[in-house]
């Protein structure tokens, strides 16, 4: 199930809403993207971006602030760590794949292999716009 309303029928999410095991927050702002407080079991940030249903935000940090969270410290036992009473999470950077050459994001965009994500995505093609335009 989707977290935005738009992408979920009203109907059927009444009905089977509360028995949802999986929710995709969809968007650019994802859950580590706010301020947890777990003594106050509050969310702090814009939840108008987050979903029509803040109350999944709300689930997921409790699942990450009971589950996650005693596990990394126990992980990091032997290190500081730090569980601030308003903890911020800053996502992980993987390793990615060696940069491509100009010809070979060339062939693999008229392939229709465009990397959305990555080098070709919305920001990065507005950004080239805009310097050609000025």
Known sequence: MSSIAIYTYLPAFKQYGANAKVVHFLGKTKPWS???????????????????????????????????????????????????????????????????????????WEQGQADYMGMDSFDNIEKKLAAFLK
């Open 34 to 108: 706010y301020t947890y407080d777990p003594n106050q079991r509050r969310v702090q940030g814009n939840l108008q971006e987050a979903s029509s249903h803040p109350g999944y935000l709300l689930e997921w940090w409790s699942l990450y602030s009971s589950c996650v969270l005693p596990l990394k410290k126990q992980e990091h036992e032997d290190q500081p760590f730090d569980i601030s009473v308003q903890e911020e999470l800053q996502p992980q950077a993987l390793p990615g794949p060696p940069p491509l050459s100009s010809a070979e994001r060339k062939q693999r």
